[in-house]
């Protein structure tokens, strides 16, 4: 198997992450899409990893540390997202402008 | 084509197709459900590519924690639940970023990994997972473990009414 087309794979999960995070209004969905990003990272660490033939398997331990700070991202950001609607009543990311110049 | 590669390349299909989906889907839960799909195919890709405990995982985590939390978090913050508008104005120059990112990213790889293969040959099991990560990475484990406290105890000063 082609190592460069699971790499592509990763490489287009990761491009539709960043639209993602770019267009969407929704601060969850905007989260959604950080999900997606890193987890084409996760894609590309173990496609390197069966490739290297490492008997340490450093990348699925790294790829497990990743899974690991994706849950505590998600969690910290939906508290503050949960603390964004409860103030303004939104979470519409594009109207919460307070520090805007 | 190899067996392991017609699987990689059905799941991989499924995945890129449920990620636009997510993107671009009008209905924050329809979004919600794509993601699980996305998720779930790229944990059955890493079980093809011989990572069995990281494939469990993901779907474990993924699939069983973090997306319900982020199906918590719609109805919490009472999504807009039907055809609304979920884009902002940036639609173009998203689509013109994410085309470019996809671009130098495809170009980089093909150039240094156009020829390699992957020979699976291999299952990494639990337990050189395990010896591993409890011997040569214990540190990084354990600041990893610390920092879960650390958002657990944030998450709940965060959300707590005062």
């Known amino acids: ?16 992450g960043v639209y993602g995070v770019l267009a ?5 969905l905007v989260l959604m899409s950080i999900e997606l990003m890193l987890n084409s990272v ?5 496609a390197f990893n069966a490739w290297f033939r490492d008997s340490a398997a450093v990348g699925q331990i790294f790829a497990l540390f990743i899974i690991t700070v994706a849950a505590a991202e998600v969690g910290v950001g939906l508290a503050i997202v949960l603390l964004v609607f409860r103030n303004r009543k939104t979470i519409n990311v594009d109207e919460v402008d307070l520090l805007k110049w | 084509m190899s067996w392991p590669a017609v699987f ?17 889907s009008r209905n924050v839960v329809h979004a919600a459900l794509s993601l699980v799909v996305v998720l779930g195919a790229a944990g059955a890709i890493f079980l093809v590519l011989g990572a069995e ?15 319900v939390l982020l199906l918590f978090g719609l109805m919490l913050t009472a999504a ?11 639609r173009g120059v998203a689509f ?21 293969r992957i020979h699976l040959n291999q299952v990494v099991r639990t337990s050189d997972i395990g010896r591993s990560l409890f011997s040569g990475y214990i540190l990084p ?18 959300a707590k009414k005062d």
Not at chain 2, 53 to 67: D, E, P, R, S
Not at chain 2, 80 to 90: F, R, S, T, V
Not at chain 2, 96 to 116: D, E, H, Y
Request: charged share 5%; glycine share 8%; proline share 1%.
């Open chain 1, 24 to 28: 969407r209004k929704n601060a969850v």
């Open chain 1, 42 to 46: 996760n894609i590309n660490l173990i």
């Open chain 2, 141 to 158: 484990f354990e600041v990893v473990s610390v920092l879960l406290l650390a958002a657990l105890v944030g998450a709940i000063v965060l």
């Open chain 1, 1 to 16: 198997m082609s190592l460069a087309w699971v790499l592509t794979l990763g490489a287009f999960l990761f491009s539709v």
């Open chain 2, 96 to 116: 013109l970023t994410s085309a470019a990112v996809f671009g130098v990213f495809t170009f980089i790889i093909w150039r240094s990994f156009g020829s390699q």
């Open chain 2, 80 to 90: 807009p639940i039907g055809k609304h508008a979920l884009d902002n104005q940036q």
């Open chain 2, 53 to 67: 405990f990281v494939g469990w995982t993901q779907i474990l985590i993924y699939v069983g924690a973090i997306v």
């Open chain 2, 8 to 24: 990689v390349a059905i799941f991989g299909a499924v995945a890129a197709i449920s990620a636009v989906a997510v993107v671009l």
